[in-house]
């Protein structure tokens, strides 16, 4: 799973930046990731193509596809299970981190990680981060790997 999706379509779209309201709109509330849109192929479709978007390939199964993304007031952040979950004994809760908000820098520490992305929109319905730095899949066996050293990622939430 890459390190922050936060945390790729068939070819890297130009995305237009639409203005911010982070003064007047909060980011406090449940979001769901829709896409996940890299400027490197982060793995191959069924026919051997690269593929650019997290949610359009098969790099995430389908049971994290539903998870959501909760920022709370008191800037915790929780990554909850969706209503998919890989395991049925799994708990709702994933994990926890914290999130703060300057200008328009989003910044989460999860599992002492920090991350830092860009807020390129945000409004009543919908979130838009970009995130620049290495990618890294980190496997269920405790393997990692980085797979590039520098990626722009641009992903978009839906406000649920």
Same mark, same amino acid.
């Given at each position: 799973m890459a390190a922050m999706t936060i945390l790729s379509c068939s070819k890297k779209e130009e995305e237009k930046?639409? +203005?911010? *309201?982070?003064? *007047?709109?909060s980011i406090v509330g449940k979001w769901k990731c829709l896409s996940a849109k890299g400027d490197k192929p982060i793995g191959y479709d069924a026919d051997g193509? +690269?593929? &650019?978007?997290?949610?359009?390939?098969? @790099?995430l199964p389908d049971c994290r596809k539903?998870? $959501? !993304? @909760?920022f709370l007031e008191q800037k915790i952040l929780d990554l909850e299970e969706g209503a998919t979950k890989c395991n049925s004994t799994d708990g709702q809760l994933i994990r926890s981190?914290?999130?703060? @908000?300057? =200008?328009? *820098?989003?910044?989460?520490? %999860? $599992?002492g990680k920090a991350t830092d992305s860009k807020i390129i929109q945000l409004d009543k319905s919908t979130l838009k981060i970009q &995130?620049?730095? +290495?990618?890294?899949?980190?496997?269920?066996?405790?393997? %990692?790997? !980085?797979?590039?050293?520098?990626l !722009?990622? %641009? =992903? *978009?939430?839906q406000r649920q």
């Open positions: 930046e639409t +203005p911010k *309201t982070t003064e *007047t709109t193509k +690269p593929g &650019y978007d997290f949610y359009e390939m098969n @790099v539903d998870d $959501l !993304t @909760v981190g914290i999130w703060s @908000v300057k =200008s328009d *820098t989003l910044h989460i520490v %999860i $599992l &995130y620049t730095g +290495p990618y890294t899949r980190y496997y269920n066996d405790g393997s %990692i790997d !980085t797979v590039y050293d520098n !722009t990622m %641009i =992903s *978009t939430y």
